[in-house]
């Protein structure tokens, strides 16, 4: 990573976080983008001011952060509302603003400058929500579908100016998104690692662990059966809510 000049969005927990301390770990110069700037505790990271979904502030970001040759478009957001039934039908809008207008914000702002450092290179971080629709995420699914199409969408347009785009697709990760899951979670450096090590391969779009790849697997084998086991799961939690 020698030569490398980052931005994470996201960057004060969980995943973000991740990146900030594997980029700097690997020798990388690393601006971390979070709303609140005094969250960023890595040390060694250069903290940004930045809410992706603000135009001033990714204005900001992209006119002081103008030697980024990787951004890193981590920031998201899950409501842990459903889409149809939703108690606040504002959530679903909500994510979709962070997780795909934000992100494409982001985009925007810095193909430009990573245009001017030689074309660079961006790393989406989605979910394996992204690839199955998945009912207990509400809104936040749909929301990381759209930004999966925008990464292919933004390769096709930026691959002239030699900017490559990785979409990563995540499985459970032992973040506080997913403090409220059981079983097996990932550690958030080894999907920085992994993520990392994908887009130095040119990955276009990319598998994490091993949930994201039991899901391609069967996806690919049954996709009917699979949606409608996961559908069934939102089921379930609504009847032990007392929701349904």
């Not at 069934?232 to 939690?237: D, E, I, Q």
């Amino acid at each position: 990573m020698s030569g490398v000049v980052a931005l994470v969005t996201g960057a004060n927990r969980g995943i973000g976080q991740a990146f900030v301390e594997e980029l700097i770990e690997q020798g990388a110069r690393v601006y971390a983008g979070s709303r609140d700037p005094a969250a960023v505790r890595t040390p060694g990271a250069i903290p940004v001011g930045l809410d992706i979904t603000d135009p001033a502030q990714v204005a900001a970001a992209a006119a002081g952060c103008a030697d980024v040759n990787l951004l890193v478009n981590n920031a998201g957001l899950f409501t842990r509302q459903r889409l149809v039934m939703a108690d606040d039908p504002e959530a679903a809008r909500a994510e979709m603003e962070v997780n795909y207008f934000g992100t494409l914000a982001m985009t925007r702002a810095f193909a430009p400058v990573l245009a001017a450092n030689g074309g660079g290179q961006i790393i989406n971080v989605l979910s394996v929500a992204a690839i199955v629709p998945t009912a207990f995420m509400g809104g936040y699914s749909p929301a990381k579908a759209a930004t999966l199409f925008l990464s292919g969408i933004t390769r096709a347009e930026l691959e002239p100016q030699g900017t490559k785009v990785t979409a990563l697709i995540v499985g459970s990760v032992d973040t506080r998104m997913a403090d409220h899951v059981d079983g097996r979670k990932e550690d958030p450096r080894d999907i920085a690692r992994a993520g990392l090590k994908a887009a130095a391969k040119g990955e276009l779009t990319f598998d994490t662990d091993w949930m994201a790849v039991d899901a391609r697997a069967r996806l690919a084998r049954d996709p009917v059966r699979y949606e409608r086991g996961l559908g069934r799961l939102v089921h379930k939690a609504a009847l032990r809510t007392g929701r349904e």
